[in-house]
């Protein structure tokens, strides 16, 4: 695809969003400063609605298989330390501290951990064993799913591709492209806004996480230690521009600013 071709698609992308879409920013900036306005095409309500669905499905499926909170000690140090994460969202947004917040710990290998819309919880098995965290480290997972959802990312992202496929059959029709032709501004779209835009919530949310951990008396530099561990049981990365991620080197550079950063903020919490 031409580099005009690029440019045009970019720019009626950005268009479609802009008329589709009203602007909002979700959270205070805190320490760190994350200050950037969002679109939203979706309500936060409907969000949150669904998510509340889906995982009352997957907790349901996990109680039924024996996999949720198996280990009871297990799923107290993750709610204590959820607890003490969640205290400090006020943080960012006032109202966070009302939502309906579960948290559970399911029995998997998977190296994951989740945050819905509204603050449904949950941390896998094979992510604090695997990686052998420490409650610094299981801080610092939490902390950053927790942050995607105060920065409502899911409602972001789903407002961004809804206008967004409209906007590809619109412009497919307009050009008359065909078929095929839409297939390819569809993967145009993902490399020149849908990929960036997920690295820049991944930024926000590593950044918005180390605060939320200082502020509840963890160590913030352990969110440098966690990424080293996941480098070491990871694969090789996909290049930066066909990752949602930051590649690993920039991830931990910034993490160890910010970390610096708010370093106060958890030797106050501490004394």
Known sequence: MSHQWRSLIALLFSGLVLVGCKTENTTQTGVVGVNREQRMAISSASMVSAATKQYAQLMADAQKNGKLNADAAQSNRVKTIADRLIAQTRVFRSDALN???????????????????????AVYTGLIE???LTDDELAAVMGHEVSHALREHSRERASEQAVASIGISVVAAVVGVGSLGQKGMEYAYQGLLGLPNSRTHEIEADRMGVELAARAGYDPRAAVSLWKKMGEIGGKEPPKFMSTHPP?????????EYSEKVMPLYQQAKR
């Open 99 to 121: 939502w309906t917040w579960e948290v559970n710990v399911i029995t998997s290998p998977e190296v994951n951990a989740w945050c819905m819309p509204g603050g449904k919880i």
């Open 130 to 132: 695997k990686l052998r």
């Open 248 to 256: 690993r080197g920039e991830r931990v550079r910034d993490l160890t």
